[in-house]
């Protein structure tokens, strides 16, 4: 594997914890008050948790929700099914899982479809409760 790199290469086996650690580094984090005052200055919070989740913790008002099989597809700026939120490459992005791991994932997958500001919540929307920020039923 080249250095720098943060993905596993061609046959190299990699468990999920270092994966997530190897993806991370490339990833400019952001605390669950800075996605809050990201939002206000016009960043898009995307929503990955499963349904089950959203129905019993609630939802960021504001935030899109995709689920997690969608994302790449719904948050494309040149695909055919985006959202209308997915206005440019440009577009910060902050995903948003349930406790902060398939975030990151997502995040950089969306970085290789060129979204070159995605991050992802630390801590996901269990971080963003715990710091009392608004939550709708």
Same mark, same amino acid.
């Given at each position: 594997m /080249? +250095? *720098?790199s943060t993905t596993a290469g061609a046959g190299e086996r990699v468990g999920? $914890? &270092?994966l997530l650690e190897r993806v991370r580094e490339g990833l400019d984090r952001v605390e669950a008050r800075e996605a809050f &005052?990201?939002?206000g200055s016009g960043a898009l919070l995307v929503d990955? =948790?499963?349904?089950? #989740?959203r129905e =019993? $913790? *609630? #939802?960021i008002p504001g935030a899109l929700?995709? &689920?997690r099989n969608e994302l790449e597809w719904r948050l494309d700026p040149q695909g055919s099914h985006r959202a209308a939120e997915a206005t440019s490459h440009d577009l910060r992005v902050v995903v948003i899982c349930n406790e902060g791991y398939a975030s990151s994932l997502a995040a950089v997958s969306l970085r290789q479809l060129g979204l070159h500001r /995605? +991050? $992802?919540l630390v801590g996901g929307f269990q971080a963003w409760k715990a710091e009392g920020l608004p939550v709708t039923p």
């Open positions: /080249a +250095t *720098g999920i $914890d &270092e &005052e990201a939002a990955i =948790r499963y349904q089950a #989740l =019993r $913790d *609630g #939802l929700v995709v &689920e /995605a +991050t $992802d």
